[in-house]
């Protein structure tokens, strides 16, 4: 068990380019949540996969937002014709059974110039 | 709508006990979680309290009255360490809201 594992821990990328983030969760873990944090706030839902299927999306998940989990096991978050308001914290975490009690990966740091 | 309050910033010796407070205007959640989190690092989760009371894990204690729509996080023999944000956050089934955090500064 190594943990929650996100890819790249930073991006800067010029606007208007395509981005993709990279989950691996805790193996046995079969929920993975994705979580955008800016900076002085709590963390905000973006969606949620049980297994393969995404169960849930926010209403913050815009068209250019889009995130998959093909094998159920590590996922993949892309953000298309990105913005300066992209730039944040995206988390990922995963858990077993119960909700509460994610294990949230450190992050990847997204910087929109 | 949903909103959870928490004071800003809250400061406090090493050794001493501080309580930091979560207030909420919403209903219908499922349980009241508090995360952990150090500057540049991910959130830890700390505790839950699906039912009203006093929920104890070492140092750490939360409690939660959906009554008084209120929620503490009781942290005691303070530590260096625990200087970090802290969160707390309603789920209402897989997706959690969480508030705006909480700064403690543990002075020596």
């Known amino acids: 068990d190594t943990g929650v594992s996100q890819d790249p821990r930073h991006k800067i990328t010029k606007r208007g380019q395509n981005v993709t983030f990279r989950c691996d969760p805790i193996?046995?873990?079969?929920?993975l949540y994705w979580y955008r944090q800016t900076l002085g706030q709590g963390p905000e839902f973006l969606t949620y996969?049980?297994?393969?299927?995404?169960?849930?999306k926010s209403r913050l998940l815009s068209d250019r937002f889009s995130a998959e989990r093909p094998k159920g096991s590590f996922s993949t978050l892309e953000i298309q014709r990105t913005e300066q308001g992209d730039s944040a914290m995206y988390l990922c975490?995963?858990?077993?059974?119960?909700?509460?009690?994610?294990?949230f990966g450190s992050g990847t740091r997204l910087t929109v110039v | 709508g949903q909103s959870l309050e928490q004071p800003s910033e809250v400061t406090a010796v090493e050794g001493a006990i501080v309580q930091i407070n979560c207030t909420y205007q919403?209903?219908?959640?499922?349980?009241l979680s508090w995360y952990q989190q150090h500057d540049g690092g991910a959130p830890t989760f700390l505790s839950y309290n699906g039912l009203d009371g006093l929920e104890e894990t070492g140092r750490f204690s939360s409690f939660l009255s959906r009554s008084d729509s209120y929620g503490y996080l009781l942290l005691q023999e303070l530590q260096m360490k625990d200087s970090a944000s802290y969160f707390c956050a309603v789920n209402y089934g897989q997706n959690f809201v969480f508030g705006p955090g909480t700064r403690l500064s543990v002075l020596p």
């Open positions: 996969f049980q297994n393969e299927a995404q169960l849930e």
């Open positions: 193996s046995e873990h079969n929920r």
């Open positions: 919403t209903s219908g959640f499922y349980g």
């Open positions: 975490a995963s858990s077993f059974g119960q909700p509460y009690g994610y294990t």
